[in-house]
């Protein structure tokens, strides 16, 4: 079991750059996928980012790819999401999660943080 904790949301402008930490308990932290995803109001929650256990092979959702980065530490119990370019369309809760293996439906993922409110102003 690992319990989830975000942190590095705020109020930023259009451009700018933001980076999203997610901090696991438990010795088990490495052993989990780990994903981003993000729900704005009125929305349903999105897959955002996705990182295998060992940190080899990374996902994105289209609307992130190459301004989105995702890595890990997991001698910190720790998962990171660089943002940069930011958008307006960007503001949502971000939220990270952990599962067995990486998909990128949130129903899949067993474990979740409680969120970090991102907002990207214009």
């Known amino acids: 079991q690992v319990q989830l904790v975000e942190s590095g949301g705020r109020l930023v402008q259009a451009g700018g750059s933001m980076r999203l930490s997610c901090t696991g308990s438990?010795?088990?932290?490495?052993?989990?996928?780990m994903g981003w995803f993000r729900q704005a109001p009125g929305k349903e929650r999105e897959f955002v980012a996705g990182i295998t256990w060992s940190g080899a092979r990374t996902y994105y959702a289209d609307s992130v790819q190459g301004r989105f980065t995702i890595s890990r530490d997991n001698a910190k119990n720790t998962m990171y999401l660089q943002m940069n370019s930011l958008k307006p369309e960007d503001t949502a809760v971000y939220y990270c999660a952990a599962g067995d293996i990486l998909y990128r439906i949130a129903s899949a993922y067993e474990y979740w943080g409680q969120g970090t409110q991102v907002t990207v102003s214009s």
């Open positions: 438990g010795r088990t932290f490495g052993r989990y996928a």
